[in-house]
């Protein structure tokens, strides 16, 4: 049974915290906040103890999502024994994760969109460079992705 969820991009300032606030959000609004817990970290450690981007935060707060407590951290070794569930941004994370991860633990890396068929794709784009509408994107596919993994959770427990 999942009970541990961590979310993984780049630098962990923009869609993994992304991911893990509106992810977070959804699990309060269904009532499986204590069953389930949600993290985000990043395959590098670029920002570690920053806040997500300020753009991330208004597109979220824009849509009713706080992610102002959060705080980005490298994913380490330990993290692939400790989550249940290590969901990848896009394909580059997916590979950097497997590589790192111990055989035992290998089944528990998804790609995030993976949980959103109906998308058509199966990467979350890097939005730094870009602008808000780029922000905004990433708000979108990160609700789709967090319904159809939160739509598998409520149909295992």
């Known amino acids: 049974m999942v009970q541990r969820i961590l979310f993984v991009c780049t630098g962990n300032i923009c869609r993994s915290p992304t991911a893990e606030g509106v992810t ?18 990043g395959t590098q450690g670029y920002h570690a103890g920053e806040a997500p981007d300020p753009r991330s935060q208004r597109a979220a707060a824009g849509r009713g999502y706080d992610l102002s407590r959060l705080r980005g951290r490298k994913l380490k070794s330990d993290d692939y024994a400790h989550f249940d569930l290590l969901l990848a941004m896009d394909r580059g994370h997916y590979e950097i994760m497997r590589r790192k991860c111990p055989p035992e633990h290998q089944h528990k890396i998804r790609l995030f969109l993976s949980f959103a068929p109906e998308l058509g794709h199966d990467e979350v784009p890097d939005p730094y460079y870009g602008g808000a509408s ?8 990160c609700e789709a992705g967090a319904q159809g993994l939160i739509d598998m959770l409520r149909d295992t427990r």
């Open 134 to 141: 780029d922000f905004d994107d990433v708000l979108r596919l």
């Open 24 to 41: 977070r959000h959804w699990l309060r609004m269904v009532g499986l906040d204590g069953q389930v817990t949600v993290d985000s970290a």
